[in-house]
């Protein structure tokens, strides 16, 4: 009966089990647990529902929708990766950031992968938000284990944008449900006249229909889950946030909460134009911004938002090559996203050095973090041979079939194309952006990181971490380029599969290789023929989130509260001295609060009476009008 | 429940709900002779009669939802158009039940709380009172008599003004906080007796469902046409009625009351008092006027003070340095969504604010009681006496959080629920103002819970050095059966919802 168990919540258990162990037990299960969902969500039957009634509605628990089985999959995956990963950071040194008891970050951790899994499986709105919540709650537990001041802080914006997110989409599903009467998670199907899934398109003559963004519901659920993915400028929350967990929590960080958006797009949004913008103005945000940071985690994070800029593209696409590169971008992204953050994670851990400037020269003393640092930073750039090239290709391929999903059609001698600007510019900013990629984290971060500058004389310090951060890195690094040489068994779970079962995607053809290489190759060569202007300074970008941090404080400050103070006068007087001035009038004594009125602020009988006489009339007034 | 209780007692449960208490409360002063240990006896004796309460209570909500009948008793078989008849049907048998698990299980609390606030002199006088509040909040759910309403509203109220005024043993400023209260309180008091004078003259009779009839009988037969009594008695319940319930503007007399009352006892009025102010507006606005007055335009204002309520009273709770006055200013608030809800006067609108009385009295009397071991442990309820205190008394902190997330309305809690069925209910009439307002609400109660819950769990305290320990057993039960059960209702909301569906149905039967 395993198989009938929501796979989600294996590791919300577990993680109640990991804060209510005593001891060091809690870190092996830290590794059993996710091992155990991986297991639970293969054992899933196909087309098998766990059903729950609750208020007046039937809740779907868990079942297969078309992406959850390569997401729920690489979840676990990483929450496994994960918990090696973070096994023995309270090794390190004492004062070193990773020295704490690590508790409360494993126990988030699986909190939040448990959750994201059960948002995978949610086969209805409800089930969806419940989980999206908790995911809120265990990644916030997971930046304050950062344990400084600067994570406190920032988990704090962090948590409270995430509430107000959650709180915008549950005002869109509550329309949603309302306008529609129905919350069950609808089931996508492909439409079109080809057989070939690759080239149909999400929906055309099916039930399945694109979300329209004329209901309001619709946008505001829309709007939550950009919020959660990082979308410029809402997502300014997540450079913000995940540089200032601890080196193992920012790997936890990186995998979940904007991948989870994209399979909620995916499920909710596909093929709705206007992502393809959303998804290209993230692509060059992550880029522009990754290139001028300084410090490492920072430039990944940004990097982040670049990748899931893909991805959200390829979901506003909609025709079937680009859901299946969607989920399976998503799939290697976390995997190589996690593997650069292990091995910048490592780099803080060892050194406690976290800025570009501050770093440079460790090639001899860290090899193996350098050897997985660059095998990572070569899969994000799309190298052939490893998972970014065979996942990458594919979404850029769904791009360039504009006629499938922005017909261009010419009316009265115009050219008339159904998408905000014309469907080509898509794939020249997605091309544009992967040589920004390469740019940014496929040379700068390796080479600022471990280059730079040469390894002092006579280095032997041995600065690799402990085996288990070490194996980590070598288990992710090995599929990064196992899903490059053979990706048949990732293109195996994807949405759609050709009827024939015949090969879904070739991503090694002669065009594709060439093309890729000589992107890579330019901009290798740009890399260092600018090298002088890219080396980085100590500096400070500024990003949307400074509207919170620093500009609504300042208003509350500067004009807010001086106007208050201004009118306060005239609030005393209404409040105040308008009944005193009554009680005057008719004669009775000063109020009852005035006596006392030294000690604390009086609140007056007076007032009340008052009050409740304008009360009364307004009573009686209406009640005139009625009859 | 027929099983614990024996055929004879059976059939007078609706007066034994009151008489236990009320003779109790007199019998508790008797304490007062015992030389040593007389305060553990009046508390022993108030645990015993609040426990038999709870049992009478549970077992009568049993029977009503099992017959699917009101359970009617009358006080010395006189008919109920001369005599006081008590009833219990699906609306005051939730109540009664509500009224009588905090009552019960505040007295659990109390033992520990009034030994450490209250002059050992007292204590026999403070359970005696305290069960006469009791005796008079259980008696206004239950009578269907409306003088009796008075009668007994003027009892709890009278035994509350004594309670908060016990409070001064700590806090001086509690004396003035209970004159105020006692000023107002009687004001309103006096319009809701008005009120009933009026519909007394009107109808010539004092028996709710007696009075419901003749009004019907003189709506059909045109008498009410143009008659200004209905509505001058209308009017002057609802302004007092609106006063006992603290609904916002008139909420003025509840911060201070609530704040210098003994923990005990802020923790009993909170989850209590307020509800059966709402209690009786349900009744007198469905149950008697019902079918013969258009209330929607003053169910309309209602609703507009309501909304004021929700927002400006959290944004009042923002800015409080004491965290009971916090919980204060947040109850005025959740007070405002009871009305809100029936304000609306449609299903979801009214089993919103039935639930809604339920719910909050489990979360507010939950977290008063975290405050108030916190006032025993650390000794006092400033917001500096709170800094770091989560990892000093880690359970009663959790409790506090927990219950802080169902105000919040966080899915899972109870508070969840209570808001969904408002929003839907507003949804439902196309009030999209009024479902922003709710959402609204919840990210203000965010802030002023946050505010407290980063102070509590990531404060420094003032003085390191200081001991302080976990509360004691007696105050952490009961402290988390209210803050489990409200999870356990937002997990698993059927039972509630259930019931208050029952009791919307009833209350909508005649229409606003």
Same mark, same amino acid.
């Given at each position: ?627 | ?73 009358? $006080? ?6 001369? *005599? %006081?008849?008590?009833?219990? &049907?699906?609306? =005051?048998? /939730? #109540?009664? !039940? ?32 305290? $069960? ?6 259980? *008696? %206004?759910?239950?009578?269907? &008599?409306?003088? =009796?309403? /008075? #009668?007994? !509203? ?40 008005? *009120? %009933? ?316």
């Amino acid at each position: 009966m395993v198989a009938s168990f929501p796979p989600g919540f294996i590791l919300i258990f577990g993680a109640l089990l990991t804060a209510l162990t005593p001891g060091t037990a809690h870190k092996a299960w830290s590794l059993i647990a996710p091992l155990a969902a991986l297991a639970v969500i293969w054992m899933f039957p196909e087309h098998g529902r766990i059903v729950t009634h609750w208020l007046d509605y039937d809740l779907v628990l868990a079942q297969f929708n078309l992406p959850t089985k390569a997401f729920a999959t690489i979840f676990a995956l990483m929450a496994f990766a994960g918990g090696l990963f973070a096994y023995h950071q309270d090794r390190g040194k004492p004062g070193s950031p990773g020295y704490e008891d690590r508790r409360v970050e494993l126990a988030g951790a699986q909190l939040y992968a448990g959750s994201a899994i059960g948002v995978t499986f949610a086969g209805d709105l409800i089930t969806l938000f419940l989980f999206w919540e908790i995911m809120a709650v265990g990644s916030t537990l997971v930046v304050w284990a950062g344990n400084s001041e600067a994570a406190r802080k920032s988990g704090r914006r962090y948590v409270n944008m995430h509430l107000l997110g959650g709180a915008v989409m549950m005002a869109g599903i509550a329309l949603h449900v309302h306008a529609s009467g129905s919350i069950l998670i609808p089931t996508m199907t492909l439409g079109g006249e080809l057989v070939d899934p690759v080239r149909m398109v999400v929906g055309e003559g099916q039930p399945w229909r694109v979300p329209s963004l004329e209901s309001p519901g619709s946008v505001l659920m829309l709007l939550g889950i950009l919020i959660n993915a990082g979308a410029p400028p809402l997502g300014s929350w997540l450079p913000d946030a995940y540089p200032e967990a601890s080196p193992s929590g920012t790997v936890f960080l990186s995998a979940f909460t904007t991948k989870t958006s994209v399979y909620v797009l995916l499920v909710l949004f596909s093929g709705c134009n206007i992502l393809v913008w959303v998804g290209c103005l993230m692509a060059i945000y992550g880029i522009v911004y990754a290139i001028l940071e300084n410090d490492m985690r920072r430039i990944l994070a940004y990097s982040i938002i670049n990748q899931v800029g893909f991805m959200v593209c390829a979901v506003g696409i909609g025709t079937g090559l680009s859901v299946n590169g969607a989920t399976a971008h998503a799939f290697a992204h976390i995997i190589y996203k996690a593997l650069l953050l292990m091995s910048a994670g490592s780099v803080l851990f060892m050194t406690g050095k976290r800025k570009c400037t501050d770093l440079g020269g460790l090639y001899k003393a860290m090899p193996i973090t350098m050897w997985c640092g660059i095998i990572g930073a070569l899969a994000i750039s799309a190298v052939p041979l490893t998972s970014g090239f065979t996942t990458k290709s594919m979404i850029t391929d769904a791009a360039t079939m504009t006629e499938l999903w922005a017909p261009v059609t010419e009316q009265g001698g115009q050219l008339v194309w159904d998408s905000l600007l014309h469907p080509s510019v898509a794939w020249f900013v997605l091309v544009a952006a992967s040589a920004g990629v390469f740019l940014h984290a496929g040379i700068k971060f390796p080479w600022f990181v471990f280059f730079q500058k040469p390894a002092p004389k006579n280095d032997d310090r041995k600065l690799d971490p402990p085996w288990t951060m070490k194996a980590a890195m070598i288990l992710f690094a090995a599929l990064c380029v196992a899903l490059g040489v053979y990706p048949q068994p990732l293109y195996d779970i994807l949405p759609f599969q050709k009827p024939d079962g015949g090969e879904l995607y070739h991503a090694f053809t002669y065009a594709h290789v060439i093309n890729q290489l000589q992107l890579l190759l330019f901009a290798g060569l740009a890399f260092f023929v600018l090298l002088d202007r890219l080396k980085r300074t100590l500096t400070i970008t500024l990003d949307a989130d400074w509207v919170y941090r620093r500009m609504f404080p300042g208003l509350w400050q500067w004009v807010f509260r001086p106007l208050l103070l201004a009118a306060e006068p005239f609030h005393k007087g209404l409040i105040q001295g308008l009944p005193r001035a009554a009680a005057r009038e008719f004669g009775s004594g000063p109020a009852a609060g005035e006596a006392e009125g030294a000690r604390y602020r009086p609140w007056g009988v007076g007032t009340t009476v008052l009050l409740l006489t304008v009360v009364l009339l307004v009573f009686l007034i209406l009640n005139l009008f009625v009859d | 429940m027929e099983l614990v209780l024996p055929e004879a007692i059976h059939a007078h449960l609706p007066v034994l709900v009151v008489l236990l208490p009320l003779f109790g409360g007199l019998l508790a002063l008797f304490t007062g002779l015992i030389q040593r240990g007389g305060g553990f006896v009046a508390w022993l004796w108030s645990a015993i009669i609040t426990g038999l309460i709870l049992v009478c209570a549970a077992s009568m909500l049993f029977e009503v939802h099992t017959t699917g009948e009101a359970m009617v008793y009358r $006080l010395g078989s006189w008919p109920e158009q001369y *005599g %006081i008849g008590y009833s219990v &049907d699906a609306l =005051n048998g /939730y #109540v009664i !039940l509500v009224v009588a698990i905090i009552g019960f299980l505040s007295t659990i609390y109390a033992k520990d709380s009034v030994m450490a606030e209250i002059a050992r002199d007292r204590h026999h006088l403070f359970y005696s009172v305290w $069960l006469l509040a009791i005796a008079g909040l259980i *008696g %206004i759910t239950v009578t269907a &008599d409306t003088f =009796n309403i /008075y #009668v007994l !509203l003027e009892i709890s109220s009278l035994t509350v003004y004594t309670l908060v005024a016990l409070g001064g043993d700590r806090d001086r400023r509690a004396l003035v906080a209970s004159l105020k209260y006692l000023i107002l309180g009687s004001i309103g008091a006096t319009f809701i007796l008005l *009120g %009933i004078g009026y519909l007394l003259m009107l109808t010539g009779t004092l028996n709710m469902n007696d009075m419901h009839e003749q009004l019907v009988r003189m709506h059909q037969s045109g008498e009410l046409a143009n008659n200004r009594t209905v509505f001058v008695s209308f009017a002057l319940l609802m302004v007092g009625l609106s006063l006992k319930m603290a609904l916002f503007p008139l909420h003025l007399w509840l911060p201070n009351a609530y704040t210098y009352a003994p923990s005990a006892v802020t923790a009993l009025v909170a989850a209590t008092a307020t509800k059966v102010g709402v209690y009786m507006t349900f009744r007198f606005v469905f149950t008697i006027y019902g079918g013969v007055y258009d209330s929607s335009a003053d169910l309309y204002f209602l609703g507009l003070c309501a909304c004021a309520g929700v927002v400006i009273s959290s944004m009042a709770a923002i800015r409080q340095m004491n965290v009971k006055k916090v919980l204060a200013y947040s109850s005025v608030g959740q007070i405002a969504y009871i009305v809100l809800g029936f304000s609306l006067a449609n299903e979801s609108g009214v089993t919103a604010s039935v639930i809604h009385i339920f719910n909050h009295a489990l979360i507010k009397g939950g977290m008063f009681m975290a405050v108030g071991a916190v006032a025993l442990r650390a000794g006092g309820t400033k917001i500096e006496d709170f800094k770091g205190i989560g990892r000093k008394m880690p359970l009663t902190m959790a409790a506090f959080t927990v219950g802080g997330c169902g105000l919040i309305g966080v899915p899972l809690t109870a508070g969840f629920i209570s808001k969904w069925y408002l929003v839907v209910g507003a949804m439902d009439e196309g009030y999209w103002g009024i479902a922003f307002i709710v959402l609204l609400g919840g990210v203000l109660a965010l802030v002023y819970i946050w505010r407290l819950v980063e102070i509590i769990w990531f404060g420094k305290p003032d003085d390191p050095t200081k001991q302080v320990r976990e509360a004691p057993l007696s105050m952490l039960i009961p402290m988390w059966i209210l803050i489990g059960a409200s999870v356990a209702f937002g997990v698993d909301a059927g039972w509630t919802a259930d019931s208050a569906h029952a009791a919307a149905e009833l209350l909508l039967e005649g229409g606003p």
